[in-house]
């Protein structure tokens, strides 16, 4: 499998940014970076990925380090909507094997 | 767009008995896959098709559990029969073609409790 490795859970103050980090080490060179998050009582919802640029969309920002080990995704100002468990991911392959691990669980405090 | 349709959103059983979810995936995606997701823990695959074909039934028990999607568009997973430790969130997604790390949409999921 294609590991990644993630804190269990982060806190984060509304309104303030937050950077939710992912090591791979063991990621090789076509494999993507994905991002999932999952609220309570839904099925995941994509983020963001990237293969070796950093990348921004309208929900968040991923950072990939120039060696690839690690990437870290980017709420630029969290709100309580964002309270999820967030998934690092690496999509090898064809691209449709996604290795899920167990995600960390953020805590947006009012 | 209607999203990934998935029923029954909930089912609770006793042991031993057979059970069926169904999954209507987003229209024109090709590819259809089935998560398994345990309590606290990420999803994990089970199946995946391309158009009516199963290419990746690696992680699916096939012991006990079968899947289908006849005409290349909704899919049926079954367990037959279920075990106490078959309780847990089974996840359907789509997405449009393989070969391209797209974006894959997810069902909310249906609940399975074995009693």
């Given at each position: 499998?294609?590991?990644?490795?993630?804190?269990?859970?982060?806190e984060?103050?509304?309104?303030?940014?937050?950077?939710?980090?992912?090591?791979h080490?063991?990621?090789?060179?076509?494999?993507?970076?994905?991002?999932?998050?999952?609220?309570?009582?839904?099925g995941?919802?994509?983020?963001?990925?990237?293969?070796t640029?950093?990348?921004?969309?309208?929900?968040?920002s991923?950072?990939?380090?120039?060696?690839?080990?690690?990437?870290?995704l980017?709420?630029?100002?969290?709100?309580?909507?964002?309270?999820?468990?967030y998934?690092?991911?690496?999509?090898i392959?064809?691209?449709?094997?996604?290795?899920?691990?167990?995600?960390?669980?953020?805590?947006?405090?009012? | 767009?209607?999203?990934?349709?998935?029923?029954?959103?909930?089912?609770i059983?006793?042991?031993?008995?057979?059970?069926?979810?169904?999954?209507?995936?987003?229209?024109?995606?090709?590819?259809?896959?089935?998560?398994?997701?345990?309590?606290?823990?990420?999803?994990?695959?089970?199946?995946?098709?391309?158009?009516?074909?199963?290419v990746?039934?690696?992680?699916l028990?096939?012991?006990r559990?079968?899947?289908?999607?006849?005409?290349?568009?909704?899919?049926?997973?079954?367990?037959?029969p279920?075990?106490l430790?078959?309780?847990?969130?089974?996840?359907?997604?789509?997405?449009?073609?393989?070969?391209?790390?797209?974006?894959?949409?997810?069902?909310?999921?249906?609940?399975?409790?074995?009693?």
């Amino acid at each position: 499998d294609a590991k990644t490795t993630q804190p269990n859970s982060m806190e984060s103050n509304e309104e303030e940014p937050v950077h939710l980090p992912c090591n791979h080490s063991t990621i090789s060179g076509t494999d993507y970076i994905h991002w999932y998050r999952q609220l309570p009582s839904q099925g995941p919802e994509y983020v963001i990925h990237g293969l070796t640029s950093n990348v921004n969309n309208r929900m968040a920002s991923l950072a990939i380090a120039e060696d690839r080990k690690s990437s870290t995704l980017i709420l630029h100002r969290a709100t309580l909507r964002d309270a999820a468990v967030y998934y690092c991911i690496l999509s090898i392959g064809t691209g449709n094997q996604f290795y899920f691990g167990t995600g960390t669980s953020l805590t947006v405090i009012p | 767009e209607a999203g990934v349709v998935q029923s029954p959103r909930y089912k609770i059983i006793e042991k031993k008995q057979p059970v069926a979810f169904w999954c209507n995936p987003i229209s024109g995606h090709n590819t259809l896959y089935w998560y398994l997701q345990n309590l606290g823990q990420g999803p994990e695959l089970l199946i995946r098709y391309e158009n009516e074909e199963a290419v990746d039934d690696s992680q699916l028990p096939k012991d006990r559990f079968s899947a289908e999607r006849l005409k290349g568009v909704d899919s049926t997973l079954k367990i037959q029969p279920a075990e106490l430790g078959d309780s847990a969130v089974y996840l359907c997604a789509s997405s449009e073609r393989t070969g391209t790390h797209n974006e894959q949409f997810f069902g909310p999921g249906t609940r399975l409790t074995v009693l």
